[in-house]
């Protein structure tokens, strides 16, 4: 029983839940921002007026001009979010107050600031605020964001039903003309796998691919002092440690074309594949070595870290399919490579080749025997090496 859904279902639904999240977040951004813009246009709009009360009301109050400074106040309060406007004597006495006509809005707020004359309190004006006119004007601005992406959202459903529906029917076109029968899946990407994987697995030319394989170099650099380094540093620093030596791990094999595969506690792990076995592909390999070594120890020493690492390389032919087979090889390779890094001292890069020997190699680079079949990195050729610095310096600008 397959528990899947049509690509027709499944595409919809994700740009849903994307739609969704995006709306929820667009809506709490808006809703922070426009209160406190609005809070903001409150506070300055409050105290701009008072202020201005203030000044319009002094000339006529030192002139006891009752009628002007109603005036005053009347026009204060044209505006939508001062409802009221009063001036009170030294007495606290009402002397002249306006108000906006209608229903006493809920929630006022009360603003007070004192007239001097000459140095001396000469009355008290009031203004009570009603803020809802301006938290009005603000959430039209989410009102609206939430009708564009009420329309952004439909619309965005619409195509992608329409372009998942004609992709699912154009698997399920493509799964039903190939042979082979299976139980039905809803999935039409798994239905098309299910169809597909018999003619990989049993093809005569598949099997020969399969036969064939690639020819596998497995690299294994061993931190001989990981457990010093636990003990020094503290956790923080250690983390810092390990992921800067992947983040350069990672770049010089993008450099290289190699691939990182699972390493033991204390080793970092790749391999670099080719069609078959050649000196050139063994060149390219310890090129990517060498370089690595190089920017680590540019690490160590911007970290202030004593990194004590060697570095081995193992080689052969391994079979894409079946996967254990495959992985079986790799898990051999890099067995071989933990055994020789054992034996090997830190800063030494180890090479181990039955296909050539150390004349052979020699074209290549400089070596010197360490064991039968095993030979330690000792240099490259000059103009090997000024390519190999460039390449470093290019590494070292981007990691470090």
Same mark, same amino acid.
């Given at each position: ?66 009628i002007s400074i109603q005036v005053a106040l009347r026009k204060a309060t044209q505006d939508p979010i001062i409802y009221s406007a009063s001036f009170y004597d030294v007495n606290n006495q009402l002397v002249t107050q306006s108000k906006q ?180 592909? #063994? ?5 990517? &070595?060498?370089? !690595?070594? *190089?920017?680590?120890? $540019? /690490?160590?020493?911007? @970290? ?18 079946? #996967? ?5 090889? &790799?898990?051999? !390779?890099? *067995?071989?490579?933990? $055994? /020789?890094?054992?034996? @090997? ?56």
């Amino acid at each position: 029983m397959h528990r899947q859904y049509s690509m027709a279902k499944k595409l919809p639904a994700i740009v849903l839940c994307i739609c969704v999240v995006f709306g929820l977040f667009n809506w709490v951004l808006l809703s922070s921002q426009t209160s406190s813009l609005a809070k903001d246009a409150i506070s300055d709009k409050s105290q701009s007026t008072i202020n201005q009360l203030v000044e319009l009301i002094r000339t006529p109050l030192f002139n006891d001009d009752t009628i002007s400074i109603q005036v005053a106040l009347r026009k204060a309060t044209q505006d939508p979010i001062i409802y009221s406007a009063s001036f009170y004597d030294v007495n606290n006495q009402l002397v002249t107050q306006s108000k906006q006509p209608g229903q006493t809005p809920q929630d006022l707020t009360t603003l007070a600031a004192v007239v001097q004359l000459q140095d001396t309190q000469a009355g008290t004006v009031y203004i009570e605020i009603n803020s809802r006119p301006i938290y009005r004007q603000h959430q039209t601005v989410i009102l609206s964001s939430l009708g564009l992406w009420v329309i952004f959202t439909a619309g965005s459903l619409f195509l992608s039903h329409r372009f998942s529906d004609q992709l699912a029917r154009r698997l399920r076109f493509l799964a039903n003309r190939l042979p082979g029968s299976a139980e039905p899946i809803v999935d039409e990407i798994s239905a098309l796998e299910a169809r597909i994987q018999p003619l990989l697995s049993t093809s005569g030319q598949g099997h020969e691919n399969t036969a064939s394989g690639y020819y596998y170099s497995v690299v294994t650099a061993t931190v001989k002092n990981r457990q010093r380094l636990d003990n020094q540093l503290n956790r923080e620093n250690l983390e810092l440690l390990f992921e800067k030596i992947d983040y350069c791990t990672s770049r010089a094999l993008e450099l290289y074309g190699g691939q990182r595969v699972e390493g033991s506690p204390g080793a970092i792990c790749f391999y670099i594949r080719s069609t078959q076995s050649s000196k050139q592909h #063994l060149l390219v390999c310890l090129m990517a &070595i060498y370089s !690595l070594q *190089q920017l680590l120890e $540019r /690490l160590s020493t911007k @970290l202030g870290v004593d990194l004590e690492i060697n570095w081995t390389l193992c080689s052969d032919n391994l079979p894409v399919l079946p #996967l254990f087979k495959h992985h079986e090889g &790799i898990a051999t !390779l890099k *067995q071989n490579s933990a $055994r /020789l890094a054992e034996q @090997l001292q830190e800063g030494v890069i180890a090479i181990y080749s039955t296909e050539y020997d150390i004349e052979q190699l020699s074209s290549i680079a400089r070596f010197q025997t360490f064991d039968e079949n095993c030979y330690v990195l000792q240099g490259f050729p000059e103009e090997r090496q000024k390519l190999l610095e460039t390449q470093i310096l290019h590494l070292a600008g981007i990691c470090l």
